[in-house]
């Protein structure tokens, strides 16, 4: 997924996770966020990120600092959700975004004498009961409507041509 890479200087390890993240190659070359909207509109770029240019500041003020008071930095991440390939690049990018996001946590709290495992106190695994039939009998059941109906039209279409297109007398 090509994802466009707008930010300061300050953000230099965030770029780095992201232009290791598995599917997402960086463009760097477009520094401006009108022209690389533009590209994300005309499908020649997958996801624009933008990083604003008080991020390393403000990340300090929150992290470091722990001054309570500091709004946290927004990053942008901007998509055309018409495609499939962006939806994918945003997956990507918000996954190694938000692996940064845990790894700054982690070390912030390590660094307070506090355990890593405050960021996640519980676990959700989530569990299908439904037995392999009961779920083909939900995709039929989600299946068969259109068939019926699609089955239905066509069968129309053969009398209606030949109603239209018969043999005038």
């Known amino acids: 997924s090509s994802v466009a890479w707008i930010a300061p200087s300050g953000a230099d390890a965030l770029k780095e996770r992201l232009s290791t993240a598995p599917g997402v190659s960086l463009m760097t070359e477009v520094a401006d966020s009108l022209v690389a909207l533009k590209l994300l509109k005309e499908k020649n770029l997958d996801a624009v990120v933008l990083v604003p240019a008080e991020f390393g500041d403000a990340l300090e003020a929150v992290v470091v600092a ?27 990018v918000s996954s190694a975004l938000e692996g940064y996001r845990n790894e700054i946590v982690g070390q912030a709290l390590t660094d ?15 569990r299908n009961i439904a037995s392999k039939e009961e779920m083909g009998r939900f995709m039929a059941g989600s299946l068969l409507p259109y068939l019926i109906i ?20």
């Not at 279409?157 to 005038?168: F, H, V």
């Open 112 to 126: 307070r004498g506090m355990p890593r495992s405050l960021t996640a106190p519980f676990i959700i695994n989530r």
């Open 150 to 169: 699609l089955m239905a039209l066509m069968g129309a279409t053969y009398p209606a041509i030949d109603l239209t297109a018969g043999e005038k007398e």
């Open 66 to 92: 722990g001054d309570s008071t500091a709004i946290p930095p927004q990053i942008a991440l901007y998509t055309d959700d018409t495609r499939e390939k962006s939806g994918f690049a945003a997956r990507r």
